[in-house]
């Protein structure tokens, strides 16, 4: 058990639809990233927040989006679903100890666009 | 394409053989991990590198980060079955905070 808590575990919606991932960090880490994995993209790198600041931004569609809140947890929208967002997406939380960032993923919530 | 390759993409050996996955970029990375992930969970971080020229070791898996910070390698002695699982690199440049996963490979050690 990573420390990572992400709900839900699966999500089924259908095409045009709007879910929003829910990612709690491990206690005391200020960040925050998001990943998408698919079987034929592999693990990318979406969005990562800090204390609360968009820091970095990767592959993420403009269909996206992603806020973290003053209790540090974090929230992942996707809005207009298209059936190739059907993927796996991680949160992980790292401490920033130093330079070296650590990642502490959580269990994923699986989506499935219909 | 990916920042990060890694080969092979897939292997399947017996137990008890030894193993060597590699990950290569023509980029420099300030640091470079290694993570496994089983099916429906998320990635594990295993180790991290930093210097260039650094070996790190783990009971049976022997990392090492290339001189130049390019590449790394992830040496596996006697697999056992356990060992089952896709084995990611992750580098993080200098320029941005920003991780680059590889492609992956699929292990699998036949009992």
């Known amino acids: 058990d990573s420390g990572v808590t992400q709900t839900p575990k699966h999500l089924i919606t259908a095409t045009g639809q709007r879910v929003t991932l829910r990612c709690s960090p491990r206690s005391g880490d200020l960040s925050v990233y998001w990943y998408q994995q698919s079987l034929d993209q592999g693990l990318q790198f979406l969005i990562q927040y800090y204390n609360g600041e968009e820091r970095a931004k990767g592959n993420i569609l403009e269909r996206f989006s992603a806020q973290q809140f003053p209790d540090l947890h974090s929230e992942l929208n996707l809005s207009s679903l298209e059936l190739g967002d059907s993927a796996l997406y991680f949160c992980?939380?790292?401490?920033?100890?130093?330079?070296?960032?650590?990642?502490?993923f959580g269990p994923g919530t699986r989506l499935l666009v219909l | 394409t990916q920042l990060l390759e890694q080969s092979p993409q897939f292997l399947s050996i017996q137990e008890g053989e030894n193993l060597t996955v590699y990950c290569n970029s023509s980029?420099?990375?300030?640091?470079l991990q290694w993570y496994r992930q089983e099916p429906g969970e998320g990635p594990v971080l295993l180790v991290t590198v930093v210097t260039g020229g650094e070996v790190k070791k783990l009971k049976r898996l022997t990392f090492q980060f290339g001189d130049a910070r390019k590449d790394s390698s992830l040496h596996i002695t006697a697999a056992q079955p356990g060992d089952t699982g896709l084995y990611l690199c992750?580098?993080?440049?200098?320029?941005?905070?920003?991780?680059?996963f590889g492609t992956g490979t699929s292990l699998t050690v036949i009992p």
């Open positions: 992750a580098g993080e440049r200098n320029t941005g905070n920003q991780f680059y």
């Open positions: 992980a939380s790292s401490p920033r100890e130093g330079l070296i960032e650590t990642q502490y």
């Open positions: 980029s420099v990375f300030s640091s």
